[in-house]
């Protein structure tokens, strides 16, 4: 008889809930134990609005109390150009979020550093909508410019998360070796 592994359930599982989803070009990841946020990948052959800028637009943003404003210029960096600066803009009621960027001249890629940039910084309120609009894994549209990638969303899972994952894996290990006694 052809059965299913417990160790096998528990490894799918494992790889599916743990591993580093496979996005688009720019990643925007939020780490809600650190309270930080970090931008990696490329996005490549777009052409700049005006010649020098790019945003990225959600509408679906939890509403926040008020207007904020990030500064993510050290997340992100130009090739061809230097980056005169990137901020991501929290829109008090109206619940939106825009991600832009501009240059000294033209550019056409885009690259996340992955330096982490902290989030503490805002409202208390502001920063849990941010990660629970995180948690849904969503994608920022592209709004002004054209030919650059959509930016993807992605909550790091809490420690407590690794913790069930192992837990399953000794479980599934367990129920292994009765089996076979």
Known sequence: MNTIRPW???????????????????????????????INGTS????????????WQTTVFPVAPDDQT????????LTGTTLSGADIEFSGPAGIATVGLAGDGAFSEISGTGTNISYAILTSGLQQS???????????????GSGFGDIQVQLVPEPKLYAFVV????????????RRN
Do not use: W
């Open 8 to 38: 096998a359930l528990f490894v799918g599982f494992a790889v599916i809930l743990c591993s580093g989803s496979a996005y688009g070009a720019l990643t925007m990841t939020v780490n809600s134990s650190t309270k930080t946020l970090a």
């Open 44 to 55: 490549t052959a777009g052409t700049p609005d005006f010649g020098f800028s790019v945003a």
């Open 70 to 77: 990030l500064d993510i210029s050290a997340a992100l960096q």
């Open 130 to 144: 941010l990660e629970t609009y995180a948690a849904s894994n969503p994608t920022i549209d592209l709004e002004a």
């Open 167 to 178: 837990g399953l894996g000794a479980l599934c290990l367990v129920v292994t070796l009765r």
